[in-house]
């Protein structure tokens, strides 16, 4: 056999001091997003950095004393190590049902970022402090309990290169019979690819409450920053919104000795690196750091995905059935509240229209007595000068009353165009 490339040198690498800690926060952002991706626990297979941090995140799951006392911490759980627990929600209240959470879970959360997202149709009128209105049409119910479809993407072509990458480096040292690196590099392969397959095969799930027989539609009001969001559908469906989570559970729950088996066997890699990995030649070394920096690039890039993007595409996409969802800016909230009571049809609207705009002064009064009286009668929203002067008020609070008018002429006006549209 031919002499071991740089074999004469002197100089040496010593990678085992930041094998296992170097790229450790984007291969544990990485592991995240395993049971999202369809296929992703099979395509771990590569010499990955950061054995230790994902050991120690890992442990962190394993309920054993062992584990406790190796990475000491709070111990936390599935949903966690899944990146599944994101913020609270905005406040929530049902128009029918009367319920009202002054703080929603996740899912909310993650609506309230889609309609921000949404680019908003502007509606004709005064304008102070423009707000938001999004209304969610859910047309579709889902069942109590599911397991949301895996999204396609084109990662499992490109997680080909650091494993073919690994697999080069390992068979490039076995052929020079630098068995150091090659056990090392091996070993990287495996406890990288078991703890893929092992975090992948958690069972990712949806579930929400079942409605109570004979409940009242869900309609209901998400009350965002600048932005209000208003849920139309049955009471399954809103509440899948408001109440549902997604889930990570492990057929080892709840001790998962499996995630403790893997945490060992990732620190067994790291330790051995410590001590093998300086006794390689430098041709193994070279061979071990580009296996780990191929693949600390695609971790890196996977880490790199937006977790509540892809977690509001499973919500809006796959559990809900993509539903209708328009997005209106309105110049003032008094255009916005008659906007929403259009939208909600409510079988109270003072009670609505007080909580969005509690103002009980003389004119506020008039305007909502005018408004009320309209929406109960099923009359246009175009007013008059008699609707404003009606000789009780004088010319400044005639002059408020008119405005207030106005605004409420354009949200009947900007909701008749959705109407249109829809």
Known sequence: MSSIPLSGSKFTLDASGVAGFF???????????????????????????????????????????????????????????????????????????????????????LMAKECQMERGIDVPGRKTQPVGVTIVDLHYTPEAATTPKQLTKYTSVFAFIPMSVSIGTCIASALFEDWYSFSMILLGIVANGLSCLVLGSGNFTFSHPIPAPGAPRGDGLLLADNNTIVLLGQEGAVNSITRGKFSLNFDSETEYRNIGICSSILTTQCIAQLLLI????????????????????????????????????????????????????????????????????????????????????????????????????????????????????????????????????????????HQKLH
């Open 23 to 109: 790229g450790g926060d984007e291969a544990v952002s990485a592991m995240t997003i395993v049971h999202v991706y369809q296929g992703r626990k099979w395509l771990g297979w590569y010499n990955s950095p950061g054995s230790y941090l994902i050991a120690k995140k890992c442990s962190q799951l394993a309920n054993s004393r062992f584990w406790d006392g190796s990475f000491p911490g709070v111990n936390t759980n599935a949903a966690t190590l899944g990146g599944l627990d994101g913020s609270k929600g905005p406040q929530f209240k049902g128009i029918e049902s009367g319920s009202i959470l002054p703080e929603t879970g996740p899912l909310a959360s």
């Open 278 to 417: 300086p006794q390689a030649t430098l041709f193994g070394q070279i061979m071990f750091l580009a296996s780990l920096a191929v693949s600390f690039a695609y971790t890196s890039w996977l880490s790199s995905f937006d977790k509540s993007e892809i977690q509001r595409r499973l919500l809006v996409d796959v559990v809900l059935k993509r539903p209708l969802m328009t997005k209106y800016m309105l110049g003032t909230r008094t255009t916005m509240a008659v906007f929403v009571l259009l939208a909600l049809n409510p079988s109270n609207p003072a009670k609505v229209l007080d909580d969005l705009l509690p103002n009980d002064t003389k004119v506020w009064k008039s305007w909502k007595s005018i408004i009320l009286s309209r929406l109960q009668d099923g009359e246009k929203m175009h007013f008059e000068p008699g609707d404003w002067n009606d000789g009780s008020f004088n010319g400044s609070e005639s002059t408020l009353l008119m405005t207030l008018l106005g605004d409420a002429q354009a949200a009947y006006d900007g909701y008749c165009d």
